[in-house]
């Protein structure tokens, strides 16, 4: 493949990341409102704000946690296995996904309680993981946003013995238009269809949905508890007073 047809293909990759970021802009505009609003209620009320993703999707979960610029209170709901492609082999984590009762198990032993709020990440949405995780969290009391790809729902079928999807046990769903397969391109040369941008568009609609919380505190007249960076000066004295205002809301320092 010549130098020429791989800048071709970068620029296609970017072109494709760049219409998703603009359909999520436009079409999730009002969802993206609504869950920054759900997430300024719960700052103000005194609820604690989770986030949890399996595999891939972990990244964009662990985005918005301990994050410079991001809220402070925004704690990483783990389920040992699946937090990434750390366990070995890598395969394990995508089986554990599939496994019924381990959703439970794990809110169970957490803090998450009534009146908080539980973010929900899976593409697909239709493994036993993010599904059990979104019941139970309901049923708790909490309220739940997933971010996933409607889509899905339409072209496959569900892993839970529900026959149902993350979609259809959440509050409010964010909808990120990744196509089934996650793969923006495909060349005549390559065999299998490549080029991810789940990542891309999920952390985007996740930091917009921040950032609105954010403004949406400041305008009722709540400082929003955000964290700065420590390689800013000042910053690591900035959130020291973060972490001793909101301690006993943030985990991830214990």
Excluded at 9 to 31: H, M, P, S, T, W
Excluded at 96 to 121: F, M, Q
């Amino acid at each position: 493949m010549s130098a020429t047809s791989e800048t071709k293909l970068a620029e296609q990759y970017f072109d494709a990341a760049i219409d998703l970021l603009k359909r999520a802009r436009e079409e999730e505009a009002g969802n993206i409102g609504r869950a920054g609003a759900l997430i300024a209620d719960t700052v103000q009320a005194g609820g604690r704000l989770f986030s949890f993703g399996a595999g891939h999707s972990s990244l964009a979960a662990q985005d918005v946690v301990y994050r410079a610029g991001g809220l402070a209170l925004m704690n990483l709901l783990a389920v040992p296995g699946v937090v990434g492609v750390d366990v070995m082999p890598a395969t394990l984590g995508s089986a554990l996904e599939r496994v019924d009762g381990l959703a439970g198990a794990v809110l169970d032993s957490s803090p998450a309680k009534s009146g908080d709020i539980l973010v929900i990440i899976s593409l697909s949405g239709r493994n036993a993981l993010p599904v059990e995780m979104a019941i139970n969290a309901r049923a708790l009391g909490l309220t739940v946003i997933g971010v996933t790809s409607v889509v899905y729902a339409e072209d496959t079928g569900s892993r839970h013995a529900s026959g149902t999807f993350l979609k259809d046990h959440c509050d409010l769903v964010l909808d990120s238009k990744i196509g089934v397969g996650d793969a923006e391109l495909s060349v005549d040369s390559i065999d299998a269809p490549f080029a991810p941008a789940s990542t891309v568009v999920t952390s985007a609609l996740l930091q917009a949905v921040m950032a609105t919380a954010a403004g949406e505190l400041a305008e009722r007249g709540v400082e929003p508890p955000l964290l700065r960076s420590g390689n800013v000066d000042g910053g690591h004295e900035w959130n020291g007073k973060v972490f001793e205002e909101y301690g006993d809301r943030i985990f991830y320092r214990r």
